[in-house]
C-alpha cells in the first residue's frame, strides 16, 4: 500500500511516502512561511522525487490536529481532496500523537504539546510500552501550570516534547523540578515518517465528506453566543 | 477539444459561500452549486470568518462531489479549474484555492487563479455576449466600484468607494434600524413602502471624480435615528429606508450614467450582490432608457457570489494563456486582473 502523509497542523511542516513497510520519502521544515504556498508543491516534489503518480496513491493520512486553526485547514482541505477525488481511503491521526513518537524509549510518562497562547498548551499524556506509544488520555486544551499541579505528584518523571518550549519552560520546572526532562532540538518536529506509520495501520474514516480537523476548542464567536444562549 | 468548448470547473470561497460550478465555453452553465452559511452567521449578525472557513471545510468536497453529478461529468472531462484568489476573507479563501491546487494536482489539470470581482462581471456572460467597450458598475458587501473595460479581459476601474461599500453602509443602517442580518434585502423591502421624506446628503467628491463615499451618509442616517429619540419624535423606518435608498441609488445611478456618455461604451452592466436590490435596478433601466448604451441586468442568483461567475472569468483568462502554479495562494488585496 502506498501512503502519502500530510502534516500542516503546526510550524512544522512534513509530507512523507510509504510503500508497504517502508518510508521511501520524507520532507520535514520548521519554518514561519506560508504553509499554503508550500505545501502543495512540497507533495508535487516528493512523489515526483520518488517517481510516484498521484493516481498510484492509495491511502492518504493526515495529520487532523490539535494546531493553528489556518494550518488545519489548509491540510486537511488537500486531503479530503485528495482523497475523495482518487476515491481512496482517508485517515485522521492526532498531531500529539505524532510527536508523542520521539519519545518512544522513555519510561517516564511523554508529553507532546504546542503553545496555544496565554499560558494555554494543547497537550496529552502518553506513555511507552516496549516500543509502542500508548495514548493515557484525550488531546486538550489546557492552562499549562494547572496541568502541572494537578499531575505533579502522580508520576516519577516527565519528558516533555515541544518547539515551543522556550515559552514554557521556566513554568515547567518551577512546579516539576527534577522531574521534568525536556527532548533535546532534533526530537521536537513532528515526523510525518511516524505520521504515515501510524496511519497505515489505523481504521479509515467513514465518510470521506464528513472529515474534520479536531481544532478541540470552539471558534470564539460560536462559544460566546452559546454561553448568551444559556443565559 | 473543439475551439471554444471548454468544460471549466470554478469554485468560490471568498466569503460565506461554499460554491462549485461547471461552464462550458465561458458561457454555457451545466452545473452551479451554492451552499450558502447565512443561516449559520445571522445569530452573529455578521459573517465571522473563522465560523466561514470551518463551514467551507465542511462543505467542499460535497460540493464538488454534487457538482460533477449535476453535470453528469467526471474529473477526465475537464479541461481547466478555475479559483477565486482574492479578494476576499483570507481563511475562507484558503479552502478553495487549496482545494482547487489538490485537484489540478490530481489530474494534472491546468489551474487558474481568478479575481473575484472580475467574476462578478463576467456573470454577465452568462446572459448576453459582452460588447467592448463596456462599463461595469459592481456593487457588493466589499466593493463599490466603477469598471471601464475595453476590451475582453482589461480591466480599468475608474471609480471606487474611499469608505464603506455601498453594501456595508447597507447592513450597518440595517443595524440602526434593528432589521436582521442581512439587511439589504430588508431596507429595500421596507423603502418601497416608504416616501423619500428625510433630507439626507449625497456624496458627490470633486467634480469629475467617478469615486464613491458612503461614510457620510451611514452618519447621517445614525444621526437622525439618535436625534429623533432625544427629541422623543417617531421616525417612520420606512421612510429612513427610502431617504437612505434614494441618496445610495442617485449617486449610483448619476455617476454610472455620466461615465457611460464620457467612454461611449456600447454596455453597461450591473455586477455584485447590490445588483439584487430592486431600487437601483429600476432606477438604472430608468435612466438607461433611450440611451445608446445597452444595460445588462444579470438575474439574482448571477448577482451574489457564485462559482459559474468564477469559471466564467477563468475561461477569458484559460484562452489568454494564464496558467497558476501549485503555489498559488490566497491573496485578500488582488489586484483587478485576469
Ligand atoms: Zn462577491
Redesign the pocket.
Known amino acids: 500500500m502506498k501512503v502519502l502523509a500530510i502534516d500542516s497542523s503546526n510550524y512544522c511542516m512534513g509530507v512523507a511516502i510509504m510503500d508497504g513497510d517502508t518510508i521511501i520519502g520524507e520532507i520535514i521544515t520548521n519554518l514561519k512561511k506560508n504553509h499554503s504556498v508550500r505545501l502543495m508543491p512540497a507533495i508535487d516534489q516528493l512523489l515526483e522525487e520518488v517517481g510516484l503518480k498521484p493516481n498510484e496513491l492509495e491511502r492518504i493520512v493526515v495529520a487532523e490536529g490539535p494546531g493553528s486553526y489556518t494550518g488545519l485547514r489548509i491540510g486537511v482541505s488537500i486531503a479530503k481532496t485528495l482523497a475523495w477525488t482518487l476515491g481512496i481511503p482517508l485517515v485522521g491521526v492526532s498531531s500529539l500523537e505524532v510527536l508523542a513518537q520521539s519519545g518512544r524509549y522513555y519510561t517516564g510518562v511523554i508529553v507532546p504539546f504546542f503553545d496555544a497562547r496565554r499560558g494555554q498548551v494543547y497537550t496529552s499524556l502518553f506513555k511507552s510500552e516496549g516500543t509502542f506509544v500508548q495514548r493515557r488520555t484525550e488531546d486538550q486544551i489546557v492552562l499549562l501550570e494547572d496541568w502541572l499541579n494537578e499531575n505533579k505528584d502522580k508520576y516519577e518523571s516527565f519528558l516533555f516534547i515541544s518547539n515551543d518550549l522556550a515559552i514554557h519552560k521556566e513554568t515547567i520546572e518551577s512546579i516539576l523540578g527534577n522531574k521534568a526532562l525536556f527532548a533535546p532540538v532534533s526530537s521536537t518536529n513532528a515526523r510525518p515518517s511516524e505520521l504515515a506509520r501510524i496511519g497505515s495501520s489505523k481504521e479509515p474514516v467513514e465518510d470521506v465528506h464528513h472529515f474534520t480537523p479536531n481544532y478541540v476548542r470552539l471558534a470564539e464567536a460560536e462559544a460566546k453566543w452559546l454561553a448568551s444562549q444559556k443565559k | 477539444m473543439e475551439t471554444n468548448q471548454e468544460i471549466i470547473l470554478g469554485i ?1 470561497t ?2 460565506d459561500e461554499t460554491a462549485v460550478a461547471i461552464v462550458k465555453g465561458g458561457k454555457e452553465v451545466i452545473a452551479n452549486v451554492v451552499a450558502s452559511q447565512i443561516e449559520s452567521h445571522k445569530r452573529f449578525g455578521g459573517v465571522v470568518p473563522e465560523i466561514a472557513s470551518r463551514h467551507h471545510v465542511e462543505q467542499m468536497t460535497l460540493i464538488l462531489k454534487e457538482a460533477l453529478d449535476e453535470a453528469k461529468l467526471s474529473m477526465d472531462d475537464i479541461d481547466g479549474i478555475a479559483v477565486t484568489e482574492g479578494p ?1 476573507l483570507v481563511g475562507a479563501l484558503l479552502i478553495g484555492v487549496n482545494t482547487a491546487k489538490a485537484l489540478a494536482f490530481a489530474h494534472q489539470k491546468p489551474l487558474i487563479g481568478t479575481h ?2 472580475a ?2 462581471i463576467y456573470a454577465n456572460q452568462l446572459m448576453t455576449d459582452l460588447t467592448y467597450p463596456l462599463l461595469a458598475l459592481v456593487v ?4 463599490t466600484e466603477l469598471v471601464y473595460m475595453e476590451a475582453e479581459g482589461e480591466f480599468k476601474v475608474i471609480g471606487e468607494t474611499r469608505d464603506d461599500a455601498a453594501g456595508e453602509a447597507y447592513d450597518k443602517v440595517a443595524r440602526t434600524l434593528q432589521l436582521p442580518y442581512p439587511g439589504g434585502p430588508h431596507i429595500d423591502r421596507l423603502a418601497q413602502e416608504g416616501e423619500e421624506s428625510i433630507d439626507l446628503p449625497r456624496a458627490w467628491l470633486e467634480k469629475g471624480s467617478y469615486d464613491f463615499s458612503f461614510s457620510g451618509l451611514k452618519s447621517a442616517v445614525i444621526n437622525t435615528v439618535h436625534n429623533a429619540k432625544q427629541r422623543n419624535v417617531e421616525l417612520k423606518p420606512e421612510d429612513l429606508a427610502a431617504s437612505f435608498q434614494a441618496s445610495v441609488v442617485e449617486v449610483l445611478v448619476t455617476k454610472t450614467l455620466r461615465a457611460a456618455e464620457e467612454y461611449g461604451v456600447n454596455q453597461v452592466l450591473l455586477a ?2 447590490v445588483a439584487a436590490n430592486s431600487g437601483l435596478r429600476n432606477a438604472l433601466k430608468e435612466a438607461f432608457d433611450g440611451t445608446g448604451a445597452e444595460l445588462v441586468i444579470p438575474p439574482l442568483h448571477y448577482c ?2 457564485n462559482a459559474a461567475m468564477i469559471a466564467a472569468a477563468g475561461t477569458i483568462a484559460y484562452r489568454k494563456g494564464k496558467r497558476s502554479s501549485l503555489q498559488l495562494n490566497a491573496n485578500p488585496g488582488l489586484e483587478l486582473g485576469i
Do not use: A, L
Open positions: 468560490e471568498s466569503c476576499g473575484h470581482i467574476g462578478h457588493s458587501g466589499g466593493h455584485g450582490g451574489t457570489d
